[in-house]
């Protein structure tokens, strides 16, 4: 049975939020919401582009300190007997914007060097076999996750992206100008290919059965990682049966309980603990569990509706990434 921490991998705007809010409702699992992202976007470690240049954006606060070594400390730090954690992060967080190589970040290059996957340079791309680890954080690290994954069609993050880098919600979010560096597809497929590559998911694929059989905890000295991905379409079409597959998949009990969470105190704790992205979690922060998804809409009704908020230009660019 497995007992690592659950990383959960996305791109922006897959409803990975309102996933993160069903193991809120757990009081025997600590939940972190994308820490990997202050050190990508803020800290002195910073591999992002969205904030280069941006002095001000960056400056001050704990944000402007985050190393992925001090990440990785709070996460393991929170560990304890009785509780599981749960991490929802981006992919792209692990990976450089820039294209070039990824080396291990100066703050975990103190560790062993069986936890490095050990090289003579540690500057280097480190490798396992033919396949070179494309992220900031050896593999010995990636390994002490169970990781997961969540998608959505580009149809409906891309606008929602598109949304949050436009006026009026940019002065909110902060975020001037549609970048495609964002979309964060690319590094999810990436990252996905290389730990499959290396063996740390899979072979064994994570499905979506309602059997009896099914739906009963693993046992104990199952310790296999899944090749889980879940498409947020399906989870909101039918939230207890994906759920209950998800939860299977990474050994932690399935309760209906998960399913909603409406309470004062509920949403307080959604308000702390979103709140450093303003303009991002609104819908999250608001919702009382997972809503079944609208009908699905043609392309043509789609960019029509595109078209109405932001112009023809803008319609025109988010009709650039289709799939």
């Not at 549609?178 to 497929?189: I, N, R, V």
Request: net charge negative.
């Amino acid at each position: 049975m497995s007992t690592r921490p659950v990383l959960l991998l996305s791109h922006p705007r897959a409803c990975s939020t309102a996933f993160e809010r069903v193991f809120l409702t757990c009081p025997d699992i600590t939940c972190f919401h994308e820490p990997f992202c202050d050190p990508f976007h803020f800290g002195p470690e910073s591999i992002g582009e969205r904030y280069q240049g941006e002095e001000k954006a960056r400056a001050g606060g704990e944000r402007s300190k985050s190393t992925y070594g001090g990440v990785l400390e709070n996460i393991l730090g929170a560990a304890t007997e009785n509780k599981r954690i749960f991490i929802k992060d981006m992919a792209k967080s692990f990976i450089p914007s820039d294209e070039r190589p990824a080396s291990i970040s100066p703050s975990l290059r103190h560790l062993s060097a069986e936890q490095l996957e050990s090289t003579e340079n540690r500057s280097l791309t480190l490798r396992h076999g033919d396949v070179p680890n494309p992220t900031v954080l050896p593999l010995g690290i990636l390994q002490g996750f169970h990781i997961t994954f969540l998608i959505r069609h580009p149809r409906l993050s891309v606008p929602s992206l598109y949304k949050r880098c436009v006026p009026p919600l940019s002065s909110t979010t902060g975020w001037r100008g549609f970048q495609s560096s964002d979309l964060g597809y690319a590094e999810l497929h990436q990252l996905f290919d290389y730990l499959r590559g290396v063996g740390q998911i899979g072979p064994n694929i994570a499905r979506l059965n309602r059997s009896p059989e099914d739906r009963q905890p693993r046992p104990a000295d199952d310790t296999r990682v899944d090749i889980c991905v879940v498409d947020a379409e399906d989870l909101l079409k039918n939230p207890e049966d994906v759920i209950t597959a998800y939860c299977r998949s990474v050994y932690i009990k399935f309760d209906s309980g998960m399913l909603s969470w409406g309470t004062p105190e509920g949403r307080s704790s959604a308000e702390t603990i979103f709140g450093g992205w303003k303009g991002w979690h609104d819908d999250a922060i608001m919702s009382t569990g997972l809503n079944p998804s609208t009908p699905p809409k043609t392309q043509a009704e789609l960019y029509a509706e595109w078209e109405k908020a932001y112009g023809k230009e803008g319609a025109d660019t988010i009709d650039l990434h289709p799939a």
